[in-house]
T-cell receptor, first 114, second 114 residues
Framework: KNQVEQSPQSLIILEGKNCTLQ??????????LRWYKQDTGRGPVSLTI?????NTKSNGRYTATLDADTKQSSLHITASQLSDSASYIC?????????????FGTGTLLAVQP | DVKVTQSSRYLVKRTGEKVFLECVQD?????MFWYRQDPGLGLRLIYF???????EKGDIPEGYSVSREKKERFSLILESASTNQTSMYLC?????????????FGDGTRLSIL
């Protein structure tokens, strides 16, 4: 069964600190892995997309890693800011027909406190 | 910037009503999607469309239908609303032939069925 699991479910950190969010997946045939940020009351916004051959990708203070052998990904946030408070969703795409099909994780809810 | 606009942020309807949720995108994307998002669950695909007048069922199409008469507009229809359709509904769009491009989401419609 295609599945994406994220940990932790929620996390509280102090402003300025770093944190790492985890994503494990069992999805086949793998196409790519995406991280989205969803602010409260808003739609998800794409942070990174990584294919099988990429093992690191950065977007500002966000750095995603991918280990396709162990089927794990992480999202590292450096020098957190209050605006980083959001839900972070890991999404794995697999090949299926006219377009890639996506499996969404349930997200990690991050709260950055002053 | 890609803009995906959902017609209502909040909607309250009664059981048995026919409900229309509208979505418009301005980036000439071929693909459009409807998801629902419930607490503790990842986004689940209801329907998607890869061209005008074309549609495919997602993972949870029961109780829903869709309409795509123009490329930029994708409508979700609840034929006879029920309380278990109370949820956040998210519309998304993407290019068809660019597998590693992200889906762009609207800000969602929070629908309550009483």
């Amino acid at each position: 069964k295609n599945q994406v699991e994220q940990s932790p479910q929620s996390l509280i950190i102090l402003e300025g600190k770093n944190c790492t969010l985890q994503c494990n997946y069992t999805v086949s045939p793998f196409s790519n892995l995406r991280w989205y940020k969803q602010d409260t009351g808003r739609g998800p916004v794409s942070l990174t997309i990584m294919t099988f051959s990429e093992n690191t990708k950065s977007n500002g203070r966000y750095t995603a890693t991918l280990d396709a052998d162990t089927k794990q990904s992480s999202l590292h946030i450096t020098a957190s800011q209050l605006s980083d408070s959001a839900s972070y969703i890991c999404v794995v795409a697999f090949y299926g027909g006219a377009t890639n099909k996506l499996i969404f994780g349930t997200g990690t809810l991050l709260a950055v406190q002053p | 910037d890609v803009k995906v606009t959902q017609s209502s942020r909040y909607l309250v309807k009664r059981t048995g009503e026919k409900v229309f949720l509208e979505c418009v995108q301005d980036m000439d994307h071929e693909n459009m999607f409807w998801y629902r998002q419930d607490p503790g669950l990842g986004l689940r695909l209801i329907y998607f469309s890869y061209d005008v007048k074309m549609k495919e069922k997602g993972d949870i199409p029961e109780g829903y239908s869709v309409s795509r008469e123009k490329k930029e507009r994708f409508s979700l229809i609840l034929e006879s609303a029920s309380t278990n359709q109370t949820s956040m509904y998210l519309c998304a769009s993407s290019f068809q032939d660019r597998k590693y491009q992200p889906q762009h989401f609207g800000d969602g419609t929070r629908l309550s069925i009483l």
